[in-house]
């Protein structure tokens, strides 16, 4: 790993393009072709993998093009160790999705609860909200329980923008 690291940051911009990746165990998952996953990611991946530093900005950044790649189960220690490096509604809400996707429900609920915790905006609570409750609903089967909290939610959302989102929600089962 020499040569790789750089002021004791993970330097993802100097990870030999996708043929870095291509001789790792990951490679072998679809999600994970070297046509997909970009260079920069190799890196991240290679960094949460052998747990090296990394810059925020750029676990942050892997984080959401893993979610907008919707590459749940080959990046999910990526998410992880944005949730633990950086805890915050979006990254709460990234590994929650990541969880959810994997089966892996009641750690997904878990961390979607504490993702609540560290809100601000109505918005934030709204997401992390919609998708704790779906967990309960659809991945726990306690449908009482979501019905419950959306309706928490619902009563205290206050901002006029993201009210019509947990509406939605509610009505959403």
Do not use: K
């Not at 911009?13 to 996708?18: D, I, N, Q, Y």
């Not at 984080?63 to 979006?90: C, I, K, N, S, Y």
């Not at 449908?143 to 959403?172: G, K, T």
């Amino acid at each position: 790993m020499a040569g790789r690291l750089q002021d004791d940051h993970f330097d993802v911009h100097r990870v030999a393009g996708t043929q870095a990746l291509v001789d790792h165990p990951l490679a072998e998952t679809a999600e994970l072709t070297a046509h997909v996953l970009q260079a920069p990611m190799d890196g991240v991946v290679l960094a949460v993998e052998a747990g090296a530093p990394l810059r925020s900005n750029d676990l942050i950044e892997a984080a959401r093009w893993a979610r907008t790649h919707q590459l749940w189960e080959p990046m999910r220690a990526v998410f992880e160790r944005a949730w633990d490096d950086v805890p915050g509604p979006e990254t709460g809400l990234w590994f929650g999705e990541a969880l959810y996707w994997t089966r892996r429900m009641p750690e997904a609920e878990a961390v979607l609860g504490a993702g609540e915790l560290v809100c601000i905006t109505d918005a934030e609570r709204v997401a992390l909200a919609t998708m704790r409750a779906r967990t309960l609903e659809i991945g726990l089967a306690r449908p009482s329980e979501a019905r419950a909290l959306r309706q928490s939610r619902l009563d205290s959302v206050s901002d006029p923008a993201a009210r019509p989102e947990m509406e939605c929600a509610q009505c959403e089962r």
